[in-house]
């Protein structure tokens, strides 16, 4: 079964400064690896998704994400943070072929400072 | 957004009382899952059910049953609902049949308290 790690369940970030949320992945093959994003009192939102296509993948509201292969990682970044962006994120990778499966990290928790 | 709703958004109940969520789709998806989310774990499968009848076990799936008898219905039942089962439930939904490039789109959830 392929899992993913994220590490630091709470980031503190300053207004106007960069992003990083470092993920994880372990696979036993070519992994599909998604980031969603959880606003308060909703439900997930895709934010980017990487399927073998390019490496670097860009999604909604200025998030990027590049896939590195050696490294088994799939950071997410935004180079200046904005106030809509606390929220919670989750990485999540294709857990299983043929029924769709997913394994959610266990989430970073973003505040945003002003 | 993806046309899928939740019911009941919210409930409170009591231990030893059944329990039936309900997720309803109007996107044609023939995949249809529950999860639970709780503090520290992230979103957990409960079941999921890859067409009308067709259904199989997630990975908490203990004390939870479901049910799909149209496509765009799918319950959770939990039969005697106890306090380790208080909960956001989340349903999600996703198109095709299990490829790479498959998106689930959630639900707005549910939260369940057991007293």
């Known amino acids: 079964a392929q899992s993913v790690t994220q590490l630091d369940s709470h980031v503190s970030v300053s207004e106007g400064t960069p992003v990083l949320l470092r993920c994880n992945y372990s696979?036993?093959?070519?992994?599909?690896l998604f980031w969603y994003v959880q606003y308060p009192n909703q439900g997930l939102q895709l934010l980017l998704k990487y399927t073998s296509a390019a490496t670097l993948v860009k999604g909604i509201n200025g998030f990027e994400a590049e896939f590195k292969k050696s490294e088994t990682s799939f950071h997410l970044t935004k180079p200046s943070a904005h106030m809509s962006d606390a929220a919670e994120y989750f990485c999540?990778?294709?857990?299983?072929?043929?029924?769709?499966?997913?394994?959610f990290g266990k989430g970073n928790q973003v505040v945003v400072i002003p | 957004d993806a046309g899928i709703t939740q019911s009941p958004r919210h409930k409170v109940t009591e231990t030893g009382t059944p329990v039936t969520l309900r997720c309803h789709q109007t996107e044609n998806h023939r995949y249809m899952y529950w999860y639970r989310q709780d503090p520290g774990h992230g979103l957990r499968l409960i079941h999921y059910?890859?067409?009308?009848?067709?259904?199989d076990k997630g990975e908490v799936s203990d004390g939870y049953s479901v049910s799909r008898s149209k496509t765009e219905d799918f319950l959770l039942t939990l039969e005697s609902a106890t306090s380790s089962q208080t909960s956001v439930y989340f349903c999600a939904i996703s198109e095709n049949s299990g490829g790479s490039t498959d998106t689930q789109y959630f639900g707005p959830g549910t939260r369940l308290t057991v007293l």
């Open positions: 696979s036993s093959y070519s992994p599909s």
């Open positions: 059910s890859y067409g009308v009848k067709d259904t």
């Open positions: 999540v990778v294709l857990a299983y072929y043929g029924n769709n499966r997913l394994a």
